[in-house]
């Protein structure tokens, strides 16, 4: 016996973290087909996988390569629109608002990709910098630094950034 979970335990019990890093990096409109294609990917290497290995490091570090394969295919994708961009019109004072969570993602989107993923690694998925220095690449003090520049970023631009308790740096991002 190899002394492994069962695959589908290792789903149960992490696949909200990956759909959360998933989500963070590559927002709700493609973040499902990432998590599902990290899960195939993981369900196939799984059985090579040492009994002592940090599986959440290892899923979260399959779905931050699936996300980026998915921005890599999406930059190469046309995107149709209604209207070309030089004659697009503005929004209209009144039109809906998108609300907190579409706002909050949106901060999160404009954030430089190395702290967009050092918060989604270390804030969402619970990774210590070590590990999140591993999957970036670089020292963990510079993952620490990433994602403290990031979250301080999201603090000015986004009011609604830090409503936990003080020195909580858990944020939701849908």
């Known amino acids: 016996m190899t002394g492994k979970q069962p695959f589908e335990a290792i789903v149960s019990a992490h696949g909200s973290t990956v759909l959360r890093v998933c989500r963070a990096i590559l927002g709700p409109a493609d973040a499902d087909d990432a998590w599902s294609e990290s899960f195939l990917s993981a369900m196939k290497a799984y059985p090579d996988l040492p009994a002592d290995a940090n599986v959440e490091a290892w899923l979260v570090t399959i779905a931050h390569r699936k996300a980026i394969d998915v921005t890599?295919?999406?930059?190469?994708?046309?995107?149709?629109?209604?209207?070309?961009?030089?004659?697009?019109?503005?929004?209209?004072?009144?039109?809906?608002e998108p609300d907190a969570a579409g706002e909050l993602a949106q901060a999160v989107a404009k954030l430089p990709a190395k702290q967009k993923h050092a918060i989604a690694y270390h804030s969402l998925a619970g990774l210590p910098y070590a590990e999140v220095a591993a999957i970036l690449?670089?020292?963990?003090?510079?993952?620490?630094?990433?994602?403290?520049?990031?979250?301080?970023?999201?603090?000015?631009?986004?009011?609604?950034?830090?409503?936990?308790?003080?020195?909580?740096?858990?944020?939701?991002?849908?």
């Open 72 to 96: 890599r295919a999406a930059a190469r994708r046309a995107i149709p629109v209604a209207e070309t961009p030089d004659t697009a019109t503005p929004p209209v004072a009144g039109d809906a």
């Open 137 to 174: 690449g670089g020292s963990a003090d510079a993952a620490r630094r990433a994602a403290a520049d990031g979250i301080a970023t999201l603090r000015r631009s986004y009011p609604g950034a830090h409503q936990g308790a003080p020195g909580e740096h858990r944020y939701a991002i849908p």
